[in-house]
């Protein structure tokens, strides 16, 4: 019997730093924003890169976010996004699975990300060695997106056993 793709979801939410370093940037989806207000985060809190690689990994049945990357892992402080999404992508295909795609949605009021799209899906694509897809949304004035408190992100990611 053929092997099913599985499938894997990913969520990831970050608020945004109340006391950031005058030179701190924004890092969304695979890329720098500056002028817009820096995230906090363990790492560079990238939640666009953080949800692809928490879909990833749960996909492959390899955990989430947290019990690969955690704050008990101190090599990960500071990392980038696309870091821990291209080894994400390691260690899914170190389990034996092949990534056939991951999309992204990003839910939040700022940064606006259309004029950035088609570079944040390379970027996060180069990362993954696979096809990333970036959206985004904002929640109407809901929530603690709405209300500017934060960015959330939400990723969907599709592997197939390689065997």
């Known amino acids: 019997m053929t092997a099913l793709p599985r499938t894997g979801l990913g969520v990831d939410v970050h608020a945004y730093d109340p006391?950031?370093?005058?030179?701190?940037?924004?890092?969304?989806?695979?890329?720098?924003?500056?002028?817009?207000?820096?995230?906090?985060?363990?790492?560079?809190?990238?939640?666009?890169?953080?949800?692809?690689?928490d879909a990833l990994l749960s996909a492959a049945a390899l955990g989430d976010l947290g019990s690969n990357f955690g704050?008990?892992?101190?090599?990960w402080k500071?990392?980038?996004?696309?870091?821990?999404?291209?080894?994400?992508a390691r260690r899914v295909r170190a389990a034996g699975f092949e990534i056939g795609n991951v999309a992204v949605q990003v839910i939040g009021n700022r940064p606006r990300?259309?004029?950035?799209?088609?570079?944040?899906?390379?970027?996060?694509?180069?990362?993954?060695?696979?096809?990333?897809s970036v959206s985004a949304t904002t929640t109407d004035g809901l929530g603690l997106t709405g209300r500017g408190e934060g960015i959330a992100a939400v990723a969907t990611a599709l592997v197939a056993s390689v065997d």
């Not at 500071?78 to 994400?88: D, I, K, N, V």
């Not at 990300?113 to 990333?132: H, K, M, N, T």
């Open 19 to 53: 006391d950031p370093a005058p030179d701190a940037v924004l890092h969304l989806a695979g890329l720098a924003w500056p002028g817009e207000r820096p995230l906090a985060g363990h790492s560079d809190a990238d939640v666009a890169a953080h949800a692809a690689a």
């Open 71 to 75: 704050t008990a892992e101190p090599q």
């Open 113 to 132: 990300l259309s004029q950035r799209r088609a570079e944040a899906e390379a970027a996060l694509s180069a990362a993954a060695g696979a096809p990333v």
């Open 78 to 88: 500071g990392a980038s996004g696309t870091a821990l999404l291209a080894e994400a």
